[in-house]
């Protein structure tokens, strides 16, 4: 089906609009003629991508909200049903990365990847989706997982484990939405994303040098991940694959489907010989080739 005719029109709401692939999905979505609902904790980056998108004549809203208060995220759904319209399209982004080792790892630094990244994305399904499920339209509920999400990689657990978790939660859901009978207007999809630029990297959690056995570690992994921002995609053109992915009916969508296909087959040839994980780098699974 031509992107176009999917997604043009309707509202999309986008948790982690502010930045990164968030901000690009808002950029696409508002070209496609969707009225896009900005979340983000970050008041005044959203408040700039407003300014941008309705200078182009969109009539895109930002609002302020931590995805990691399930009142916040109801009174977001309760506000756009009430101000904005019917939600078209949910993109439960938002995210935050963790590097060092896990024995390393601040609880407050653990608690905020698992609140923002899995309790997230659990928020907005329970705040949106009973009102998606309550008519007949066509709707679409995207979770972001990661190339993360089929991966094992050391110095990352946190985030990892985080992927994984939506990832399960999303194929779940896909099979819930289908029993319950919605699945010919409720379409759930995953998308995992490989490298696509953004500041996630910068404002990764580390690690407490007076307390860590290796603080080196994280900081480390924060400079090989930041050498895979260098080439990494544009947000702009990975939300045009993506929502080229989406209207085709897929249920994973990939930024970079040939890496992503790649990783995704070699962790199925892993659980199926059941061998150990094998240490491999991020960077192989982060092709900039769409």
């Known amino acids: 089906m031509n992107v176009r005719d999917t997604f043009g029109g309707g509202v999309a709401v986008i948790t982690g609009a502010g930045a990164g692939i968030g901000a690009g999905l808002a950029r696409y979505a508002s070209r496609l003629g969707m009225t896009v609902v900005l979340a983000d904790i970050d008041g005044d980056a959203i408040a700039a991508l407003r300014d941008e998108l309705r200078a182009a004549g969109d009539q895109s809203v930002e609002i302020v909200c931590d995805v990691r208060d399930p009142d916040a995220m109801q009174e977001l759904a309760d506000r756009v049903y009430r101000d904005v319209g019917a939600v078209r399209l949910l993109v439960?982004?938002?995210?935050?990365?963790?590097?060092?080792?896990?024995?390393?790892?601040?609880?407050?630094?653990?608690?905020?990847?698992?609140?923002?990244?899995?309790?997230?994305?659990?928020?907005?399904?329970?705040?949106?989706?009973?009102?998606?499920?309550?008519?007949?339209?066509?709707?679409?509920?995207?979770?972001?997982?990661?190339?993360?999400?089929?991966?094992?990689?050391?110095?990352?657990?946190?985030?990892?484990?985080?992927?994984?978790?939506?990832?399960?939660?999303?194929?779940?859901?896909?099979?819930?939405?289908?029993?319950?009978?919605?699945?010919?207007?409720?379409?759930?999809?995953?998308?995992?994303?490989?490298?696509?630029?953004?500041?996630?990297?910068?404002?990764a959690g580390g690690v407490d040098p007076a307390r860590a056995t290796d603080a080196g570690a994280a900081e480390t992994q924060r400079a090989a991940m930041l050498e895979v921002k260098a080439t990494a995609m544009d947000p702009l053109r990975a939300a045009e694959v993506l929502f080229g992915q989406a209207a085709s009916g897929r249920f994973y969508l990939h930024t970079h489907p040939d890496a992503v296909g790649a990783a995704m087959a070699d962790r199925a040839n892993v659980l199926a010989a059941q061998n150990a994980p094998i240490l491999r780098t991020a960077s192989r699974f982060n092709s900039a080739k769409p």
């Open 92 to 203: 439960n982004n938002a995210g935050v990365e963790q590097f060092g080792y896990l024995w390393d790892t601040p609880v407050a630094n653990w608690r905020r990847v698992v609140d923002i990244n899995v309790s997230g994305v659990f928020f907005g399904i329970k705040a949106f989706l009973p009102k998606m499920m309550a008519t007949d339209d066509q709707a679409w509920v995207w979770n972001l997982s990661s190339v993360g999400g089929v991966v094992a990689i050391p110095f990352q657990a946190p985030y990892i484990m985080s992927k994984h978790a939506v990832l399960a939660l999303t194929e779940c859901l896909y099979l819930e939405v289908q029993t319950a009978g919605h699945d010919q207007h409720i379409h759930v999809q995953a998308v995992l994303p490989g490298a696509v630029v953004s500041d996630i990297f910068e404002s």
